[in-house]
Every structure is written in C-alpha cells, then in structure tokens.
C-alpha cells in the first residue's frame, strides 16, 4: 500500500514535466507492471499515428522511454531515481530480439555458466538479424549477424521469470 501511494505522489511531482496524455498512457503501463511495451500496445491511447510519434519523440527527449527495436521501447519506472534504472542485461537482450533467432555466447555465457568470475564489460549476442554495438543502462551489447545454422548450441534459461537464449554449457567453454 505504501508503495502505491509513494508512486502516486511521485506522480503528482512528475506532473509538471508530463501532459496528461502522456501520464495517463504511463500510469496504465505502470499499473500493469508492463515496462517493456510495443507500438501496438499503445496505439488504442492516440488519435492518429503521428500523433503517438510526436508523444513517443517527446517521452524520449524527456527520458522517459528508451527505444530498444523498431517497434518495442522500455519505459523508464517512476520509481527510477533521477531517470537511472538498470533490468538484467539478459532481459534487454531477449526483448531487443523479440525472443528469436538470437544466442547470448563470449564472456557473459562464461560468466553465466560459472567458467569465470569476471562480470562481463560487454555481452556478446549472436544473432540473425543485427550487425552492430549498442549502449544501454551503461551495459555494452556485441550483436554479431551470424547464419542460423551457425548460432551455437543453446539453452532456455529463466530469470525474473523472464526466458533468455544462451550458450549450453559445453558450447560457452570455448570463450574461457
């Protein structure tokens, strides 16, 4: 209960940076514990496409969202101290796929598997998709564009009862 009323004084402090089309699209995100969300998702909250446009360029310039794909965007919690707020690196990585076609290898699969004890700088992903390093809540991503057949060997794993890819055990001793 505390908490509720603690996010709804927040909330009243934040009006003043939000409009209110931009709190009430929020709030039911946040009522939902819904933080990873999609254009589709949203939609029904706007008139028009651009109209979400101009409100999701606003929300970003603000720093409220961060956009992880072409379609899916992180929104920043209320409870994020000066806009800073960390999820699992494991977590961004499979919402920035989408769930598909994507295997975490290199350190952080070592690191995972208990190979090594260093935290990994930067997460290496092998992917169908993307070619290209990106930066987000100050963790470095690697996405490496590999063949589908040549992604290695992978397990499903759950954490923060979130599914991820990455390297069997056997596979992710290659990076020791």
């Known amino acids: 209960m505390f908490a509720i009323?603690?996010?709804?004084?927040?909330?009243?402090?934040?009006?003043?940076s939000l409009s209110e089309k931009e709190l009430g699209f929020i709030s039911k995100l946040e009522l939902k514990n819904k933080?990873?969300?999609?254009?589709?998702?949203?939609?029904?909250?706007?008139?028009?496409i651009n109209e979400m446009n101009v409100y999701l360029h606003r929300l970003k310039k603000k720093?409220?969202?961060?956009?992880?794909?072409k379609t899916k965007y992180?929104?920043?919690?209320?409870?994020a101290v000066k806009n800073?707020?960390?999820?699992?690196?494991?977590?961004?990585i499979d919402e920035i796929m989408n769930g598909e076609n994507y295997c975490?290898?290199?350190?952080?699969?070592?690191?995972?598997?208990k190979h090594i004890d260093?935290?990994?700088f930067e997460y290496e992903i092998y992917n169908t998709k993307i070619h290209k390093k990106i930066k987000l809540f100050n963790t470095r991503f690697n996405f490496k564009k590999r063949r589908e057949k040549n992604l290695p060997k992978h397990e499903i794993k759950k954490i923060y009862e979130h599914n991820f890819k990455i390297a069997?055990?056997?596979?992710?001793?290659?990076?020791?």
């Open 5 to 16: 009323i603690n996010n709804l004084l927040i909330l009243k402090n934040m009006k003043n």
């Open 35 to 48: 933080y990873f969300f999609t254009r589709d998702e949203i939609k029904d909250n706007f008139n028009s």
């Open 63 to 69: 720093r409220r969202i961060i956009k992880l794909n």
């Open 74 to 79: 992180y929104l920043i919690p209320v409870k």
């Open 84 to 92: 800073n707020w960390s999820e699992h690196p494991y977590i961004i």
């Open 104 to 113: 975490i290898v290199g350190k952080a699969a070592a690191y995972y598997w």
């Open 118 to 120: 260093q935290i990994p």
């Open 168 to 176: 069997s055990k056997k596979e992710s001793k290659k990076w020791i």
